[in-house]
Nanobody, 115 residues
Framework: QVHMVESGGGLVQAGGSLRLSCAAS????????MGWYRQAPGKQRELVAA???????NYAGSVKGRFTISRDNAENTVFLQMNNLKPEDAAVYYC?????????WGQGTQVTVSS
């Protein structure tokens, strides 16, 4: 079992920045993939960015050039630096982890962007 805890959400003005963190604990050897997903009201959960233990990354087209995902393998923590935030980025952001995909989810952290 792996437990995920997110932090760093909040309210920011359009154009501002936030940094999300997600710390994993438990059977860490069972995960090689960590990612950030988001879900806005009335919409499906979508991938924002993901990173593997080896450092390979994948981004949604809508956030490329604005968001950066990084990972501290020693601390089992993944970060999402979000710059130039837009109102359409507002959502609950979830951290997910697993082996090749998501098996474990965090509780989510709210990101609100005011225009």
């Amino acid at each position: 079992q792996v437990h995920m805890v997110e932090s760093g959400g909040g309210l920011v003005q359009a154009g501002g920045s936030l940094r999300l963190s997600c710390a994993a604990s438990g059977i860490i050897s069972s995960i090689n993939y960590m990612g950030w997903y988001r879900q806005a009201p009335g919409k499906q959960r979508e991938l924002v960015a993901a990173i593997t233990t080896g450092g390979s990354t994948n981004y949604a087209g809508s956030v490329k050039g604005r968001f950066t995902i990084s990972r501290d393998n020693a601390e089992n923590t993944v970060f999402l630096q979000m710059n130039n935030l837009k109102p359409e980025d507002a959502a609950v952001y979830y951290c997910g982890a697993g082996w090749g995909g998501v098996r474990y989810w965090g509780q989510g952290t709210q990101v609100t962007v005011s225009s």
